[in-house]
């Protein structure tokens, strides 16, 4: 069954350094979308990206934060300077779209920011 | 903002009972509701949908019902299974016709099955 992965797992980083997050999202899926859920809150929306653009994105996904389809399977989420607050599980998801949009998970990267 | 809640954070039921999960919205706007399963470890998955202009879906042990009055749905899982111990989330969205429509979710609620 097609799903969707993520890597690295666990990724350890200090304070103010660049990380980057990547996805392998279901092949023929269209839609892609970064979640994040801190440690004992709720799954949050950061981004969708659709047709090589973010078609939107919440409040949490500042200038500090960017994706990118660098090719035809990746999907990346960086952070150009972490900050402690960015610890947490992070969730690469696809769709393949309308009405319904079921959007299919990937295991997710724990952030840890020291 | 909390649009989505899940006010019961664990649940705990005899294997061959039924479950009931629920989950209450305050955006009339939703479009359809989904119900995700989380294992330890792993990424949540996708059980099952309602469309706001429905009141049941059933798909085997799974049923979600949809009271759009009382803005609320809940998951019934019958019978219960121990393999169903995990975190269940509820989820939302609306539909805007061409667009990606995220979700919003709920806290979650921790279902124990006990065999």
Redesign the interface.
Known sequence: EPEVTQTPSHQVTQMGQEVILRCVPISNHLYFYWYRQILGQKVEFLVSFYNNEISEKSEIFDDQFSVERPDGSNFTLKIRSTKLEDSAMYFCASSEGGPVNIQYFGAGTRLSVL | DQQVKQNSPSLSVQEGRISILNCDYTNSMF??F?W?KKYP??????LI?I?SIKDKNEDGRFTVFLNKSAKHLSLHIVPSQPGDSAVY?C?A?E?YG???????????TLLAVQP
Do not use: M, Q, V
Not at chain 2, 98 to 108: R, V, W, Y
């Open positions: 479009d359809y989904l995700y470890a792993e990424g949540p998955t996708f949908s469309s989330f989820a969205s539909y061409g667009a990606t429509n995220k979700l919003i979710f709920g806290t979650g």
